[in-house]
């Protein structure tokens, strides 16, 4: 949606008066509840966080760590230090622990068999296989604990700085935990960064040792656009669900998390998801190198240097509570000179009420030299005296 200018004005106004003034808006209610213990929605599109609630408590992560067992998998094909016709031996570790015997998820794997990756594969995503996630782990890494290793290391990667995960299934650990936060994220990497594996995840259902086994995500057999991705329980963390959609041209991620049943779990993911559908319009409110502001130099031929953004930037705002929108141009200043064009040297972010909504780079529009000896020496005796402001 295109905003008229008298919108644009508006809320370039806000934004502009958040940068100028350092507004605080008053903490506001949550603009939506839900009765899950942790959520947070994500628009994918443009990065905005519609919602979120206890978004980084580290809780278990349940089945959902499973997420993170397919990242793995998935970049090892995508570098190709594996490949979908590599078969994987069905050890009695794997088979005792998550195998029929253990009574949890299942593929039913038979003790000694060789599998397929890409069988292995809809196992895990479809039947949320904990034999087929320790088969694959023991035959990547040669353990459960060394592909932790690989799990963690992977996570950091991508930027999940809050989550730890000690095993591929997801069973019961307490030094494993995840916030949704990092689930959301994660979920959102997987669809960007493999496509050609994400189509697993709205598989409706698989047969494996002639047991057929229907995907367990409510979410798919609604009509909300749903084509992902994973479920989750364990007494410890209640019921949990990432879920993804994409419906008039929107994508959206939602992970929850402690919710206290199966029927509940279902229906507040589709409750949010919906709502983040109907709640928000997107405005673009600046365009490619559009200058925004300025931040503070240190030592500079000048004393500031303007900041853009390298593409055009959407946001989204609430159709109801948008007056409660504030922004910030973030830095860690001053910026020390000199700096060149294109440097990223801040970040601008905008919060909805008390939830920091979105993110964006911003980087120096030009750049700045080293200023003379008498300006370096009056910035120093400035930040000496006063500190900086």
């Known amino acids: 949606m295109q905003p008229s200018t008298l919108q644009t004005v508006l809320i370039?106004?806000?934004?502009?008066?958040?940068?100028?003034?350092g507004i605080v808006v008053p903490a506001t209610a949550q603009l939506f509840e839900t009765r899950a213990k942790q959520a947070v929605l994500l628009d994918a599109n443009t990065g905005t966080i519609l919602f979120a609630k206890n978004a980084d408590e580290q809780?278990?992560?349940?089945?959902?760590?499973?997420l993170m067992t397919m990242e793995v998998v998935f970049h090892a094909l995508k570098v190709g230090r594996l490949s979908m016709d590599d078969e994987l031996q069905v050890s009695e570790n794997a088979w005792r622990t998550g195998g029929a015997v253990s009574g949890g998820s299942t593929m039913f794997a038979e003790l000694g068999s060789s599998i397929r990756v890409e069988d292995l594969i809809q196992g895990v995503i479809v039947q949320s296989a904990n034999d087929g996630c320790i088969i694959i782990a023991e035959g990547m890494a040669g353990s459960e604990g060394l592909f932790a290793r690989l799990m963690n290391a992977r996570a950091r990667e991508i930027g999940l700085n809050d989550s730890i995960f000690t095993n591929s299934t997801g069973l019961?650990?307490?030094?494993?935990?995840?916030?949704?936060?990092?689930?959301?994220?994660l979920a959102d990497h997987i669809r960007r960064e493999y496509p050609e594996y994400y189509k697993f995840y709205s598989q409706p259902q698989f047969t494996w040792n002639k047991i057929l086994q229907r995907n367990r995500n409510p979410l798919l057999t609604m009509d909300i656009g749903a084509d992902g991705m994973k479920t989750g329980y364990t007494e410890d963390s209640?019921?949990?669900?990432?879920?993804?959609?994409?419906?008039?041209?929107r994508r959206l991620i939602v992970a929850m998390s402690g919710l206290p049943d199966q029927r509940a779990r279902g229906e507040e993911a589709r409750k949010?998801?919906?709502?983040?559908?109907?709640?928000f319009e997107p405005y673009q409110i600046f365009e490619k190198d559009e200058e925004i502001g300025n931040v503070r130099l240190y030592g500079g031929e000048q004393l500031t240097v303007p900041v853009t953004v390298k593409e055009n930037l959407s946001i989204l705002l609430p159709i109801a509570d948008r007056e409660n929108m504030k922004a910030r141009i973030i830095y860690t200043g001053p910026i020390i000179a000199p700096v060149e064009k294109g440097q990223e040297i801040a970040t601008l972010k905008v919060w909805i009420g008390?939830?920091?909504?979105?993110?964006t780079p911003l980087y120096a529009a030009y750049s700045v030299g080293l200023g003379p000896i008498h300006r370096r020496a009056l910035d120093a005796l400035t930040e000496l005296a006063f500190g900086w402001i």
């Open 272 to 279: 949010l998801l919906e709502w983040g559908l109907r709640a």
């Open 59 to 66: 809780v278990p992560p349940a089945s959902l760590a499973k």
């Open 354 to 359: 008390d939830n920091l909504s979105q993110e």
């Open 172 to 185: 019961p650990d307490p030094l494993q935990k995840v916030t949704m936060r990092d689930l959301a994220k």
């Open 238 to 249: 209640g019921y949990a669900i990432v879920g993804s959609i994409n419906k008039d041209g």
């Open 12 to 21: 370039r106004l806000l934004v502009t008066l958040a940068f100028l003034t």
